[in-house]
């Protein structure tokens, strides 16, 4: 059974603070690594996708995939109230099906 | 920005009856995909399609299941005879190509009584 696991949290810190987010995953053949928000009653909006080891920046998002230990992050900087929401990462496999972690909830208090 | 369309936002239906939910995936994106999310749980696979075909099903997706692309847009869910246990958020989410993000729509609400 392939999984992807997260700590549900809540993760709670300071507005303008960096949030770190993380995630493992059981299939050493996943390709695909994706970050998803998703505030409560809403659908997963795409933050951010990363394929190769390394780190991947996008504005105040930071993405890192480190394929040996099966492990992906998600970095936000400075912080703010309007973060708040649950983080979902997913992986996809051999077939483009994504396999979601049960998220972790980000509280950004002001 | 393109977004994927679902219809209805809610539906609430009384057990056994069948239901649709209804797509309309972004306009030049090939691969479609159902998945749910029951209430405080994981969101789950529940089928991929391409090139008008299931590519993939999950172990939910069984017999009361099936998936449609009748016209060139709408790309639609139907469950035969639902049950207590389908209460759930569906979500419609299309790609461009392998590997690709995959973006959803806003999901129907399903409620089954």
């Known amino acids: 059974q392939k999984e992807v696991e997260q700590n549900s949290g809540p993760l709670s810190v300071p507005e303008g603070a960096i949030a770190s987010l993380n995630c493992t995953y059981s299939?050493?053949?996943?390709?695909?690594f994706f970050w998803y928000r998703q505030y409560s009653g809403k659908s997963p909006e795409l933050i951010m996708s990363?394929?190769?080891?390394g780190d991947k920046e996008d504005g105040r998002f930071t993405a890192q995939l480190n394929k040996a230990s099966q492990y992906v992050s998600l970095l936000i900087r400075d912080s703010q109230p309007s973060d708040s929401a649950t983080y979902l990462c997913?992986?996809?496999?051999?077939?483009?099906?994504?396999?979601f972690g049960t998220g972790t909830r980000l509280q950004v208090f002001p | 920005e393109p977004e994927v369309t679902q219809t209805p936002s809610h539906q609430v239906t009384q057990m056994g009856q069948e239901v649709i939910l209804r797509c309309v995936p972004i306009?030049?994106?090939?691969?479609f995909y159902w998945y749910r999310q029951i209430l405080g749980q994981k969101v789950e696979f529940l089928v991929s399609?391409?090139?008008?075909?299931?590519?993939?099903k999950s172990e939910i997706f069984d017999d009361q299941f099936s998936v449609e692309r009748p016209d060139g847009s709408n790309f639609t869910l139907k469950i035969r005879s639902t049950k207590l246990e389908d209460s759930a958020m569906y979500f419609c989410?299309?790609?461009?190509?392998?590997?690709?993000?995959?973006?959803f729509g806003d999901g129907t609400r399903l409620s089954i009584l």
């Open positions: 306009s030049n994106h090939l691969y």
């Open positions: 399609f391409y090139n008008n075909e299931i590519s993939e």
């Open positions: 997913a992986v996809t496999s051999n077939t483009d099906k994504l396999i």
């Open positions: 990363i394929y190769s080891n």
């Open positions: 299939d050493r053949g996943s390709q695909s």
């Open positions: 989410a299309s790609q461009t190509g392998h590997n690709q993000p995959q973006h």
